[in-house]
């Protein structure tokens, strides 16, 4: 199956080629040159479906051909602002919400209102709210491509001999004052090498041999995949301010309360210390069962769900908060960069992105749910098909228990100091403390 | 002052340090000192090549084997898919199952780069270098002292001051991710080149020019067809240690030509790394990386080992 | 480490060349033209752009505009700034003395035991290495959960040796720099130590002296101008540390090993700071200036007691 793919692409590739060459001595000026169109992306895992899109873009317009460049998440954005200075970004990049607004600040982003005007794109086959995110004062810097939520990523096996049954896992509450029965759970799932839970007294918390919670540190301005959530289900938010806000509340109780709890988990021995988490990355730390719970995305739904994963994972929503259950959502879009040499091109490009074509294709794997409702219909087809459970991440966005990762200006800057607070903080520092310093860091950015 | 600024005593011009013996003492019978002694440097040489030997052999492991066998010393299951997926030879999927992403290495191409790169620096900047340091120490004219002292000065700018003008000055010409723009600063001039060039040409004897001189040979033609041939030895030892230094930088060829027409194999290795894996880091196909960037150095130190370590008894003692 | 050599300034005159008559002017300026190109076009117009970088809010997308001193008041009030100072103010120093007592006592070993020119040369290859494939390498050796040489020492109750323990990561970029540099500084001492006459060691036995003796008695003394210029060069070299950290922790380095030029580096290409940057690199300067001076003070007050 692969291969007759790879060998029509191939064949598609050489007919173009010789195309291009025909076209190219017939002088012909209206099918216009050859253009190569880079395009950035960061999850590896969605290389070959984007490939796919490209090679379908590449037989309908012979005359672009897009190349694909995947960096990992951590890199992704510093690679891409060495780039900009270069002057040699790449034509296309996937864009993210909670950095998008700095490059519009830069004047980074190409507004892609009219193209987009001009287009057959149709704004209200998007998931609702998402198309709206890309619009910053009256000008569009991106089309949507995906959205996401998060939910808790647990041990099946591991969370029943804890005593807790499905539906239990999906009631859970929280709170940062005792951990609400998340603790409970967390607690009861952590295991030391004498084969004591966590609930043990004499729970040897130097010698764990699975603890019970993994979170997530390097999660950026946002804690998109950890700290957000819980802080969110306590009242915090990252600033009263409309559009891009120029103060924040990453001092404010909820978040401190938030981190201390969070640190307490380290101290006792639930989680992993600092240092022991940071090289293997979560998926190898879950797999091999050196953890018994998460919190991470849908797109990684795929990856734990698949059959040869040796745990047998299950997801459920977040635990809900003393101010309800909140999940962070996030959307992904396209955007074009200011300085590329062929907008058209480009603009075509992440027009196609966004297209049914597109965007069914890449539902249809199952990996993440694309922005277009129908995209995401094909998803979720895709993952029953699968017999993957969709719902915990499905029911929040349903029921509206989420928030929506935040845009602001500086990101980089931004993201880069509270996340060394809450790196500080897993390492033992003062959450008040710290959280403070990184609010007054992060405030004087906008003087 | 027997450090290198020293000027060469001898009358002959350079000669490697080969024949020299090393000072020595009465050899003694062989004592416990002795015996710790090999002991000591046994255990620096393993220190200093066991790392890479653990390079090679992850460089060997199937992904699969990484954390089961980690301890082991050789893989019991040796693998080239990592060498090949590295060098493209795989397809995406297969490359994927292995733990990576496709992600590859033009290894010719990258090499090509280095070479280049290093390679035109070492040899132009060198004798461009031995032209001023001529003229530095054998030309008078007005205002050669001011001249050489802001040439020295320059030995104090840290890279990254001229780094970030530089970079900008490439953006404007528009040279930025051509070779032409990688090479240009450092492809004339370097104030050590010219000093430790100076010194030597101070040392030299001063007759055979003189001579010349008054066979009415002028000053390019001394500098070109005497002093020149002269220095076979510390031209040689000049262009090697910019080779090695050209070969290894990293911050420059980062910023100023990542793209992959002007990609240099340092970079290469440091974008390959950034395209693991969101979830873990591809070590396997890393250490395949590493290995195939450390072969050009091992084929170097096999043939002008020799060199490299007279280059540096010459450099160092002299 | 850069290239362990170095200046002297002392000797300024030209020795007894027969005087020239001739257009000695055009020669020098044939000869002279592509070195100071070079010069004029990569350090001096860089240096003066640098300076009026440092007083601009320039981001390298948009037109410099004139700032003043704001950048040096911000950097004043950077608790960032100085700590990366220190940071690697402590990795120059650490760097420094481990590796110099290190090795010292390789290079005395390489002169006690006449170690063949390719075992010399072995010990060279981690120097010929890119620091980007050393930091690959070890960041695999010391990884947290699989590497290597991290569980070893675990194993022998050293633990805690990986690149994300706060405690630890610093001394283990030390560590790895000493570990790449060490062949080649050895190498260099050793040259010196060829240098001392084997008579000296001759007679000293005959004093019957003992081989620690003679060490710390002849061969130190005598090779002190090495010394002295390996010492100064690696400081110097030692400040401008950057491809261990960037690559060594994947372009995320944990706070506790933000050195000066990876601060540089992030204001510059990844903040868009490019004045802020340059207003840093010019402290950096100021501070490599002083350095180079105690270094030719060094160096003047140095002279092996042969020459």
Known sequence: ?447 | MSAIATPLRTSRAWRPAVGQRPARRPRPAVRPGRVMAWVAVTVVIVATVFPFFWMVRTAFTPAAGLIEEAGRLWPTDPTLVNFRRVLGLTSVEESVAAGGTGAAIDFVRYTANSLLYAGSVAVIQTLSCAAAAYAFARLHFRGRDALFGLVLAGLMVPGIFTLLPNFALMRELGLLNTMVGLVAPALLMSPFTIFFLRQFFLSLPTDVEGAAMLDGVGSLGRFWRIALPMSRGPLATMMLITLVGMWKDYLWPLVAGSSPETRVLTVALGVFQQQSPNTAPDWTGLMAGATLSVVPVLLLLVLLGRQLVQSLNFSGGK | MTRAMTVDLSRRSTPAVPRLRRADKWAAAVLLFPALLGFVLFYLYPTVRGVYYSMTDFNLLKDPGFVGAENFRTLVADPQVWTSLRITAVFALGNLVVMLVLALGLAALMQRLRLRTWVRSLLLLPWLVPNVAIALIWGWLLDANVGFLKNLLDSIGIEGVTFYNPDAALWIVVGISVWSGLGYTALLLYAGMLQVPAELYEAAALDGASETRMFFRLTLPLIRPVLALVLVVSLIGSFQVFDLVQVGYGNNPIPEVRVIYYYIYQQAFAFYKMGYASAIAILLVVILGVLTYVQMRLMRANRSDLS
């Not at chain 1, 692409?9 to 007919?15: H, P």
């Not at chain 1, 017939?26 to 895992?45: K, Q, R, S």
């Not at chain 1, 290389?47 to 379908?56: I, R, S």
């Not at chain 1, 749910?369 to 895709?382: M, V």
Request: net charge negative.
């Open chain 1, 1 to 447: 199956m692969k291969r007759t793919k790879a060998l029509a692409a191939l064949g598609a590739a050489s007919l173009l080629a010789l195309s291009a060459c025909s076209s190219g001595t017939g002088g012909d000026d209206a099918a216009g040159e050859a253009v190569t169109i880079d395009y950035w992306l960061w999850d590896d895992t969605q290389l070959p479906l984007y490939q796919q899109c490209a090679d379908d873009f590449h037989e309908l317009n012979p005359e672009i051909t897009v190349t694909l460049t995947q960096t990992g998440w951590a890199q992704y954005w510093q690679n891409l602002s060495t780039q900009i200075t270069a002057g040699t970004a790449p034509d296309v990049f996937t864009n993210q919400i909670s950095y998008y607004l700095q490059f519009v600040q830069n004047g980074q982003l190409l507004d892609l209102t009219d193209p987009v005007e001009a287009s057959d794109v149709d704004l209200a086959a998007f998931k609702e709210g998402l198309a709206d995110r890309w619009v910053f004062e009256g000008k569009r810097y991106g089309l949507p491509k995906d959205w996401d939520t998060v939910a808790l990523l647990y041990d099946t096996e591991v969370a029943k001999e804890a005593g807790f049954s499905a539906e239990q896992m999906s009631a859970l509450t929280w709170n940062p004052d005792d951990g609400g029965t998340f603790e409970e759970l967390v607690r009861a799932m952590s295991l030391d090498s004498a084969g004591r839970t966590g609930l043990d007294p004499a729970y040897d918390k130097d010698d764990v041999v699975r603890y019970g919670y993994y979170p997530e540190w390097a999660d950026g301005a946002v804690g998109q995949n950890g700290w957000g959530n819980f802080a969110h289900s306590a009242g915090f938010t990252y600033s009263d301010d409309e559009g891009a806000p120029t103060s924040f509340n990453f001092d404010s109780a909820p978040l401190v309360e938030t981190a201390g709890w969070l640190q307490t988990l380290i101290e006792d021995g639930y989680a992993p210390p600092f240092d022991e988490q940071s090289t293997l990355g979560t998926e190898a730390v879950m797999t091999s069962g050196k953890a018994a719970s998460t919190i991470t995305g849908s797109w990684t739904a795929s990856t734990y769900l698949a059959e040869d994963v040796p745990v047998d994972f299950a997801f459920a929503q977040v635990p809900e908060g003393p101010q309800g259950r909140t999940a962070a959502t996030n959307g992904l879009a396209d955007s074009v960069w200011a300085g590329t040499e062929h907008p058209d091109q480009a603009s075509a490009w992440v027009e196609y992105l966004a297209s049914p074509a597109c965007q069914d294709t890449v539902g249809e794997a199952g990996l993440v749910f694309p922005a277009l409702n129908s995209g995401t219909e094909a998803a979720l087809a895709a993952r029953e098909e699968q017999g993957l459970d969709s719902s915990a991440f499905v029911g929040v966005a349903d029921a509206g228990e989420i928030f929506a990762v935040p845009a602001f200006n500086n990101a980089a800057e931004v993201n880069a100091a509270v996340q060394d607070a809450m790196q500080a903080i897993a390492q033992g520092a003062d959450p008040a403390e710290r959280l403070g310093e990184a609010n007054d860091a992060v405030e004087s950015l906008f003087e």
